[in-house]
């Protein structure tokens, strides 16, 4: 008989090897980018590496919950997102209140254009399955479909920004914010009405929120209050990616002065700069980071690639693109505009969220008819 103790001795000893040694690269790299760009940079990349590993590590995220309540009504995901939401607030509102405009909110308009926008996302991240933060947590965990689609994310966030004027110009109302403790009962209250709903049509069995997703989001809530006061800003993701894209078209020689958003100051600043320093790519790297963190702690980037037939990745590429375009239309993804939106007061945050939702049900219905759930 062969003796394999030995080698059985070896593999958690190699394990515990791979999990130190990736610890010590991800401080490694906070240290480095704190050393280059100053302590608070670093900070937001350590807080995007926490979110990367709370949404991989408690597998807490905003499209399958919502897949989830569509399609058996069960709405623990979605309860669990308005928690974190109320979480936020709760500091979010007294902070921004009190901060003499040195911090901004997560404030949009709504509009003609925001709305379709949102629909259309809702519609596409139920395609590929992801979100903004979920696109970039797949695709840290290593997962074919989100790989893919990412880069057309940004793409997609690129151009949107690109025509942005063009569609707002279509119409929009005035910003509109709740503010004060009276805008904190409105938000409050409003997401406690969603709840009372959401738990009186849901199945039987599924009103409880299991423990993983209580601590998942109370961790979300505090990174996400951790990045308003390191950041002065909400969580973000879209505009990091577009970002990227941009800097990208720029250094391949592209003129950017012919759109209205990349040519003002602020955004022409960001993209001769280093990314290092701008928030948002900061904790989005972060973020695909954490979910690798995770991935390989659990047990490595196993995931092959799967057996979709050419139409479903055709879909991918297009449902990425159009993730991207449509969330730079709608003011924000799922984080942007939904969590760090209502989290603020917006109220294009509550339109983002009806239109989103709406547009995940086409979504829903799209997916297995695009070939993504696998061959049949």
Request: proline content about 4%.
């Amino acid at each position: 008989m062969q003796d394999t103790s030995a080698g059985a001795a070896t593999a958690p000893v190699s394990s515990f090897l791979t999990r130190a040694v990736l610890v010590a690269a991800m401080l490694v790299a906070t240290l480095l980018v704190a050393g280059y760009a100053g302590g608070r940079f670093g900070l937001l990349l350590l807080i995007g590496l926490g979110f990367g590993i709370v949404l991989e590590g408690f597998r807490f995220g905003f499209a399958g919950p919502w897949r989830a309540l569509i399609t058996k009504r069960d709405p623990r995901g979605t309860l669990a997102q308005l928690l974190s939401i109320g979480l936020v607030a709760l500091v979010a509102f007294p902070v921004l209140n009190g901060a003499g405009g040195t911090m901004i909110g997560a404030h949009a308009p709504i509009g003609f254009a925001m709305i379709a926008g949102a629909f259309v996302f809702g519609a596409a991240m139920q395609v590929v399955m992801g979100c903004g933060s979920g696109t970039l947590v797949n695709a840290g965990s290593g997962n074919p479909v989100s790989l893919l689609a990412l880069p057309f994310f940004a793409l997609g966030s690129f151009a949107g920004a690109y025509h942005l004027l063009w569609w707002t110009n279509l119409g929009t109302l005035p910003v509109i914010v709740f503010e004060g403790m009276s805008g904190l009962a409105i938000t409050l209250g409003l997401l406690a009405a969603v709840a009372v709903g959401l738990l009186a049509m849901a199945a039987p069995g599924t009103r409880a929120i299991p423990r993983r997703l209580w601590i998942a989001a109370a961790l979300l809530a505090g990174l996400a209050v951790l990045n308003l006061l390191v950041a002065g800003q909400p969580w973000g993701v879209v505009y990091g990616l577009g970002l990227w894209a941009a800097k990208g078209a720029s250094a391949f020689g592209a003129d950017l002065s012919a759109s209205a958003f990349w040519s003002t100051p602020g955004n022409v600043e960001r993209v001769t700069e280093s990314l290092l320093t701008d928030v948002t790519s900061l904790t989005n790297l972060g973020i695909i980071g954490g979910a690798f963190l995770v991935a390989v702690w659990r047990s490595g980037l196993g995931q092959g690639l799967p057996d979709l037939p050419a139409r479903a990745w055709i879909a991918t590429v297009i449902a990425g693109f159009l993730l991207g375009y449509s969330s730079r239309l709608a003011f924000g993804c799922n984080v942007g505009a939904f969590f760090s939106g209502i989290s603020t007061g917006s109220l294009h945050g509550w339109s983002w969220f009806v239109a989103a939702f709406g547009g995940a049900f086409v979504g829903v219905w799209l997916r297995p008819r695009l070939g993504l759930e696998g061959r049949k």
